[in-house]
């Protein structure tokens, strides 16, 4: 088994496979969709419009072609997209993206004969702007359903609490009748005198006194739930289709004044508001998740088949080293310290590698995301989706507290922009560009997120693709959303 896991991280360093990739790892082994028909056809996403024989065009490893939205395309709040294939680590570009408007209605409230959006505004309804980038790997089955269906899941998640959004200045109730309606606890009087009303001394009346629940937490919470409808829906539909692949996901939600940024993945979110960057996501990565990785491999041995350890050293152990002290930590530590080392020691470490090249089994660089369900080790049984955690973290930013300008715009990217740039690289360029162009240009955005694309890419050069600065650019797929902040009241 480890003789198979070196030749895996060797075929990382030294060749590409054909058919996908796992970011950055080449050692991926999915299992059993063969025969089954594919859930979705191979498309960009919809808002670009792209007719089916410009596929080819649009993955094009050799000149990369920069797409954007036709100019008759009018995304949310006049939103800026760009995208561009890899250099070819991918047949194909596996990242989606998605942008909608959605109303919350109630289920008794006729539906709109046209779905414009102006004959929708007129209907009854809370608006929910939506966008989202998935970034895919092992193939696109996973990515696209999910820009099929996301957006769909927490629509009717967040309708089935439409009666609580309507009233936002009241607390959601404790709990909920089996029609959805509040169901209030019944409290006791206070009769003994002395007995301090405010510390009641049932159990069940001092926790629901106690307890105070926000409309924004559970509008957080919905969003988490449905990350997790959407994942189980990916499994269950991979009995009965071929979905490959897995993907993160980085969704931004406008509603009821509040931006809701969730993110399950390596992709990223800014803000850029009077020159300041505003961080709206974290990565989950085997680094910067390595603790609770190690945990769950210290709980459940048996998910790390007899050849992984849940310790983590600063290298390799060797045989001869037996006996002797080295240094490690586990799961309970954020340092370093000395331990005797053993046999079991000697197993390959859960989490091998460092920075972009740190994987899980020496297999994904992620972790956490949607699909995956039947990804192993490499020439092995061992299924690595028990690592993998598909709940994303969930940042909340209230836009009625600010007052924004037409160059204040929150910036989504896969990682592929963010391996090469920097927060403040990606703010400094989109503030110089919009500075060229009148607040009224309906074309500003989408020149910003082309720009940002442009230049992770780089230019195509005798020793591959590089960026101005002569280092190398961008080999991964990259897709940029520019989105104006204050888009809302433009649009309103």
């Known amino acids: 088994m480890i003789s198979k896991v070196k030749n895996a991280m060797s075929t990382l360093v030294g060749g590409i496979m054909p058919h996908g990739h796992q970011h950055g790892s080449a050692s991926i082994q999915h299992s059993g969709s063969e025969g089954l028909p594919v859930r979705f056809p191979y498309s960009r996403p919809d808002f670009l419009d792209l007719p089916v024989d410009q596929l080819q065009y649009a993955n094009d490893h050799g000149s990369r072609p920069i797409l954007t939205p036709q100019r008759d395309c009018r995304l949310p709040w006049r939103t800026g997209y760009a995208e561009v294939v890899n250099a070819g680590k991918s047949l194909l570009n596996e990242d989606q993206a998605c942008s909608e408007v959605l109303f919350l209605r109630r289920s008794n409230v006729k539906q709109p004969s046209s779905s414009s959006v102006e004959e929708e505004a007129q209907q009854v309804g809370i608006p929910l702007h939506f966008w989202a980038l998935y970034d895919g790997h092992a ?233 995956d369900h039947d990804l192993k080790v490499y020439n092995s049984n061992i299924y690595i989706k028990p690592f993998l955690s598909c709940c ?20 989504l990217g896969t990682d592929g922009l963010w391996d090469v740039t920097t927060n403040r690289e990606v703010a400094d360029a989109v503030t110089a560009l919009l500075s060229h162009y009148k607040p009224n240009d309906p074309l500003r955005y989408t020149l910003a997120a082309q720009d940002l694309v442009m230049r992770s890419r780089g230019v195509l050069k005798e020793r591959g693709w590089r960026l101005a600065n002569d280092k190398l650019g961008s080999g991964d797929d990259i897709s940029v959303f520019v989105i104006p902040l204050n888009g809302h009241a433009a649009e309103t």
């Not at 609490?161 to 209030?184: F, R, V, W, Y």
């Not at 559970?218 to 449905?226: D, K, Q, V």
């Not at 931006?259 to 020159?275: E, F, M, Q, T």
Request: proline share 6%; net charge negative; aromatic share 6%.
């Open 139 to 371: 193939g696109s089955g996973a990515a696209i359903m999910a820009s099929k269906f996301l957006h769909h899941v927490i629509k009717d998640q967040l309708t089935d609490i439409l009666h609580l959004l309507e009233n936002p200045d009241t607390a959601p109730p404790i709990c909920l009748g089996k029609n959805g309606s509040p169901l209030q606890p019944e409290l006791k009087t206070v009769a003994s005198q002395g007995e301090d009303p405010e510390t009641p001394s049932d159990p069940t009346t001092r926790f629901h006194l106690e307890k105070a629940v926000s409309l924004e937490s559970l509008i957080m919470g919905t969003i988490e739930t449905a990350f997790k409808q959407m994942d189980e829906q990916i499994e269950k539909e991979k009995a009965s289709f071929s979905i490959s692949g897995g993907c993160c996901a980085l969704v931004v939600i406008h509603l009821m004044g509040k931006l809701y940024v969730a993110n399950a993945g390596d992709s990223r979110a800014i803000i850029i508001h009077n020159d300041e960057v505003i961080p709206m996501s974290s990565e989950f990565t085997p680094e910067t998740e390595r603790q609770r990785l190690q945990y769950l491999g210290f709980l459940k041995p048996e998910l790390l088949g007899n050849e992984f350890t849940h310790v983590e050293f600063p290298r390799r152990m060797q045989h001869k080293e037996l006996g002797k002290k080295m240094l490690f930590r586990d799961h309970t530590m954020t340092g370093w310290a000395y331990k005797t080392i053993h046999e079991e020691d000697l197993k390959f470490p859960l989490i091998y590698g460092e920075g972009k090249k740190a994987r899980v089994m020496a297999t994904i660089g992620v972790t956490r995301g949607l699909g």
């Open 392 to 411: 994303p973290e969930v940042k909340v930013f209230d836009m009625t507290q600010h007052e924004f300008g037409p160059n204040d715009v929150m910036v």
